[in-house]
Every structure is written in structure tokens, then in C-alpha cells.
């Protein structure tokens, strides 16, 4: 179903800086990760983790005052940020699509879908005439707008949420990218549409082989889309690995965290919830991010970050108790009524 590497996110950093750089927000801060043809990665975290920031440092789109220092981004071995902005603009319409929480965010209120659908067909694809037609119409067509003939000369003030979330995902293969990074994409439909919005992006991928980023704050979400999972706080990846590892027994204690916040079907279980603030990224503690919420925090999680460590095959976690804690049985999340 994978395979070859599309991305290489390399020990990614960003920085915020406002007040004329008097206060400076690292909001990503060593972030790594591979994505491979017809792969999907479920990027998940806290609000103000730094999802967005990631995404966006990737596709060069990052607002004034924000800047990468540090780390690389590698599209099919290619330096990003390496390129010039007009070759960098070619890659956004070319290679890599974006997908927005906001659909209106990305359609624009002057122009008739036929004109936005069309635009990264005409100018990345070269096509012309009745091809760019066939084209916008097949587009349409397969994010399920319904009579395109008719609707593609309307405007997105005319559509529904989950229409407009529709074409924004056209506009976003219309090139036919190799990678579509979606950040949080359904937010704003409601969950049937949501339903049928996701089952779509996956027979797009099945096929196409378009490797797929998704940021959600959904785990449900990410259990039914995702190959692979990648938590953050604070800006950096506490546990990255595979759905079905992570999920079965999460090895980070911030991991276990969220996926016990999330209620189970048929399940007793108190809801767990995390306790305290996240932290300020203007003032990360020198040690892990998490210390200070965390239950099973001894005195050595306060003096250094802790590095990623393997804990299973294409398994990390930020957790210098990962491997003591899961044969305690502590952290395990207790999914299959794992011992207490
Ligand atoms: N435009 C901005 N200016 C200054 N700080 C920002 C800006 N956007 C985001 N941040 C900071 O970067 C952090 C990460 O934000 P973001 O990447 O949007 O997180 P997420 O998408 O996970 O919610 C936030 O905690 C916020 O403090
Ligand atoms: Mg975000």
C-alpha cells in the first residue's frame, strides 16, 4: 500500500517572534517524520501544540514574524528551502495540496468554481480546452458535486459547508499532488458529511497513491484514516508510531492521556482528564514539556528533554520511563482490561 518516500521532515524547528524579538515562541522544535507514497500520518495535540505551524512550515506559508531555524524539509529528496518562491509556488499548486479547516479560507467569494477548480489544471498541468474541461468536470465529479455541468458556474457563497469543504479538496488535487496535507479539514461539516468527506479523501488516495497528512484533534478520526500517528506537545513529537501500536498501548504518558480522554463504546472507565495547563512556549521548563502534569513524573524528567526512543518497530516515544512503565502495566491504557 506504501511506498517510496515522498516527504522527509528533518528535525524541523520554527520559531515565533513578536516585540521585536524580545519574546520568541519555538511552536514546532525538532519535529521529524517520513511520509510515503499512499501513506497517511494523523498529526494530533492539544490546541496550540503546533500542528498547524508544522504544516505550514512545510509548504513555506508561514505568517510574518515566523520563521524556520532549523532542520529540513525534503520533497522526493529535494531541499525546500532551496527553491525560489516561484519555484516554491509551483510546488504548492504541483505537488503538494493543501486542505484548510476553513474552506472559504481557500476559495475565493469572485470566482465561479469552474475558474478556482480549474486554475492548478491549467497552470501546473498545462491543460487546454476541452482536456481542462473533462478535467474540472471528472474533479468534481469525484468529490460528488452533484450535476457539475450546472454547478460549476456557480459561486461558493451558493454552496453548503460540506460542498465548499468538497471543492476545496479539488482545488487541492486538481494538480494531482503528490501529497495533500488536510488540517483539520472537516471541522466545520457535520458528521455525516463529515462521514463521506473522509471515505472520499481515502478512494482518492486508493486511487492515486497521494500520500496524505491529516491533522485532527479527532482520535476516532485517526484510528479509521491513519497508518501511522504522530503526538505533539509543545512543539515537539512525544510518541510517533504505528495506528495500531500507539492506539493498542500508548508508550508516552501524554499519549495514554489523550486517548483515555476519549470515551470507548460499551466501556465503564471513568473518562480520564489531564490535570493542569499546557505549558508556554515562550517558557518550556528545561526538562520534559510534560513533567509537570505528568503522573509518573520522577525527579529526572525535570532536568533534561528527553530524546525519542525506539520502544517498538517504527515506534518512538519521548518518555524515559516508556519501558519501565509498560511492563508495570502503568501505562498501559487498558484497552483489553489490562491490569490496573
Ligand atoms: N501568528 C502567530 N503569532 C505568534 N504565535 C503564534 C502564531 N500562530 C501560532 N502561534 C503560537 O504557536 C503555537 C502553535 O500554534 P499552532 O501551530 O497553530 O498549533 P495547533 O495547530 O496545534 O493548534 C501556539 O501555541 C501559539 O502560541
Ligand atoms: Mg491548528
Not at 500520500?211 to 510518541?239: P, W
Request: proline share 7%.
Amino acid at each position: 500500500m506504501t511506498g517510496d518516500v515522498l516527504l522527509d521532515v528533518q528535525d524541523l524547528e520554527t520559531e515565533y517572534r513578536a516585540f521585536g524579538g524580545s519574546r520568541v515562541i519555538k511552536a514546532v522544535d525538532g519535529v521529524s517524520f517520513t511520509l510515503e507514497a499512499g501513506q497517511t500520518i494523523g498529526l494530533v495535540g492539544e490546541s496550540g501544540c503546533g500542528k498547524t505551524t508544522t504544516c505550514l512550515s512545510i509548504m513555506r506559508l508561514l505568517p510574518a514574524g515566523a520563521r524556520v531555524t532549523g532542520g529540513r524539509v525534503l520533497l522526493e529528496g529535494r531541499d525546500l528551502a532551496q527553491l525560489s518562491d516561484r519555484e516554491m509556488q509551483h510546488v504548492r499548486g504541483n505537488e503538494i495540496g493543501m486542505i484548510l479547516q476553513d474552506p472559504m479560507a481557500s476559495l475565493n467569494p469572485l470566482f465561479t468554481l469552474y475558474d478556482q477548480v480549474r486554475e492548478p489544471a491549467y497552470h501546473h498541468r498545462g491543460l487546454r480546452g476541452g482536456a481542462l474541461r473533462e478535467r474540472v468536470l471528472s474533479l468534481l465529479g469525484s468529490v460528488r458535486i452533484p450535476s457539475p455541468e450546472v454547478r460549476m458556474r456557480e459561486y461558493p457563497h451558493q454552496m453548503s459547508g460540506g460542498m465548499r469543504q468538497r471543492i476545496a479538496g479539488a482545488i487541492a488535487l486538481s494538480a494531482a499532488p503528490k501529497v495533500i496535507i488536510a488540517d483539520e479539514p472537516t471541522t466545520s461539516l457535520d458528521v455525516t458529511i463529515q462521514a463521506q468527506y473522509l471515505d472520499l479523501l481515502k478512494s482518492l488516495q486508493r486511487d492515486t497513491g497521494v500520500g496524505l497528512i491529516f491533522v485532527t484533534h479527532d482520535l476516532g478520526i485517526v484510528a479509521k484514516m491513519c497508518d501511522d500517528v504522530m503526538v505533539m506537545y509543545a512543539g515537539r513529537t512525544v510518541e510517533h508510531g504505528p495506528v495500531r501500536q500507539v492506539f493498542g498501548q500508548a508508550r508516552h504518558p501524554y499519549a495514554d492521556a489523550l486517548l483515555r480522554s476519549v470515551p470507548k463504546m460499551g466501556s465503564k472507565e471513568p473518562l480520564f482528564r489531564i490535570d493542569g495547563q499546557p505549558p508556554n512556549l515562550a517558557d518550556l521548563p528545561p526538562g520534559c514539556a510534560f513533567e509537570p502534569r505528568c503522573p509518573h513524573a520522577i525527579t529526572e524528567c525535570a532536568q533534561a528533554v528527553p530524546p525519542l526512543l525506539e520502544v517498538g518497530p517504527g515506534h518512538t516515544s519521548a518518555c524515559i520511563r516508556s519501558v519501565e512503565l509498560a511492563a508495570a502495566g502503568a501505562a498501559a491504557p487498558g484497552a483489553d482490561g489490562g491490569e490496573a
